[in-house]
Structure formats: C-alpha cells, structure tokens
C-alpha cells in the first residue's frame, strides 16, 4: 500500500488496495492511513453494496441514520442523489448527525455517477482549526460546551421528503445533544475544534449574542484554505473520513446535472 499526501493539512491518496476484498493486514494500513490523514481517497474501486457494508464493519458498528431507525429501518447505506429537481443541499461546512448524544465516527463516500463538471467535495482539519486558535482562545474554548440541534432547515428538508404528518413526533424523539467544544480525539489524543455547521445551536451558559459571536469566529476558522483538501470524483472512487477531527462540504456547482453517492457512516462514541 502506499499512501500519497494531498496536502500540507490533511487527506492522501491510496494506492494498492482493493477494498472489496481487504485482508486483515491490508486494513490495518488503511487504517493507520486513515488516523494520520483524517480522509483518505481510493481511484477504480467500484466499491459493490455488500462490501460497502463489510468495509464499513471493519471500522465498527455499521449505523443506521437515526430517523430510519426510529421508523423500524435497518438498512446502513444511504443514498445521496441530485437531479434537476432534488438539487445538492450539502454545500455547507459540517460533520455528520451531531444532534445525538454518541456521532458517528467513520464515513465512507462511492461515487456512482459523477457529472462531467462541478460536484467536488472538500474536508477540512479541524486539529488544525484548533491549533490555529490563540493560547488565550483555547483556554476559554477548552471549557465551553455546546448545544447542537438539527436545526429548522434540517426539518423542512425532511418535512419536504417525507411528509410533515411525523414531525412533532420525531422532533420530540431526537431533541438533539450537548458536546464539547473541543474534543480529544480516543485514538490519537490530539484536540480539535468540534464544529459542526448549521447544527450548533448555542453555548451552554452564554447569552444569545456572546453565543452567536463565539459561534461565527470558531466556525470560521474552517474557511482557512491552508486547512483544507478537494477531491474531485471519478466513478468508482471511495473517500473514508474520520467524523472527529474533520468537516466536509459537497460543493453544489454541478447543478442541475445528475450526481449519485452511496454513504454508510459508522457508529462512534460519546465526544470528551
């Protein structure tokens, strides 16, 4: 195997695996590739559905997206289609399913069909968003927690696909979660900067004008190019990303041509 870096920050780029039929040897390095770049991409996998779900197993407990499973589903991929009247609504800087109390921590991305243009992707570090931050800053971060809800454009997205007739039902469900602000990272120790998009809804003990300013500067730090990788897809390719450490953002610019991604996440643990 050989991994080739992408940037100064993070992401690299595999070489000499297959993923339908990895050894326990060959995961191994995957996955120390993985804990040292945060994302790692994978060109000609064509990665079937069955060894989507196998591969994502070997990081864990394959998860089911929390409103499927409240509604009896037991299937772990999902599918992730734009067309000309679904267009893409993930361009936004964000980290997967925050609002529950343990998210997932293992993503893995197949690209099915790709447009001929546009449709990139791009993850960002957030040990280096972090890292970033002044003495003075860390030390007042370090201590806050952080209040993540799905947020009004979540349900409407929701209501808009399935209906609204649940939605009382499941808002009481799933009221979303507290986490920490910066979290240690269970395998490599290292701090990041736990931010997560649209989902992060206050700071526990701030007013709402302290909150929404402290918010917007940490959030910011993402915008950092020199913190960031893109990847520009071709058919067949696979992208696994570590959920803790990183933000991702699929770049709308490909609308309205048709693009296809099948996704399984991974379930992780509480953030400290």
């Known amino acids: 195997m050989e991994a080739r870096r992408l940037t100064g920050s993070l992401g690299a780029e595999i ?12 995961f191994k390095q995957l996955d120390d590739a993985l804990m040292e770049h945060q994302v790692v991409f994978l060109r000609d996998q064509h990665l079937t559905a069955d060894g989507h779900r196998a591969l994502a197993a070997r990081f864990g407990t394959p998860a089911v997206f929390p409103l499927a499973r409240h509604f009896g589903g037991s299937e772990v991929l999902g599918m992730i289609e734009d067309t000309p009247t679904n267009g893409p609504d993930a361009d936004y800087w964000h980290t997967d399913i925050t609002w529950i109390d343990a998210p997932p921590k293992i993503a893995i991305l197949a690209a099915l069909d790709i447009p001929p243009y546009g449709g990139d992707t791009l993850w960002v570090d957030l040990y280096g968003a972090y890292d970033g931050l002044s003495p003075a800053m860390r030390s007042i971060v370090d201590a806050l927690r952080v209040r ?14 399935t209906g609204v007739e649940r939605l009382d039902e499941l808002r009481t469900a799933f009221p979303g979660a507290e986490h920490p602000l910066v979290r240690a990272h269970p395998v490599t120790g290292r701090k990041a900067l736990f931010v997560a998009g649209g989902f992060m809804a206050s700071v526990i003990g701030m007013d709402p004008e302290e909150s929404a300013w402290l ?33 991702h953002r699929a770049l709308g610019d490909h609308f309205p041509q048709h693009r296809l991604m099948r996704r399984c996440t991974v379930e992780g643990d509480v953030p400290v």
Do not use: M
């Open 148 to 161: 993540h809800t799905q947020g009004e454009r979540f349900w409407a997205a929701f209501g808009k696909a």
């Open 15 to 26: 070489e000499g695996l297959y993923l339908e039929t990895i050894t326990d040897h060959e």
């Open 215 to 247: 918010l917007q500067h940490v959030q910011h730090r993402v915008d950092d190019s020199k913190l960031q990788v893109r990847w520009r897809w071709r058919v067949g390719d696979v992208a696994i990303w570590d959920e803790r450490c990183t933000n």
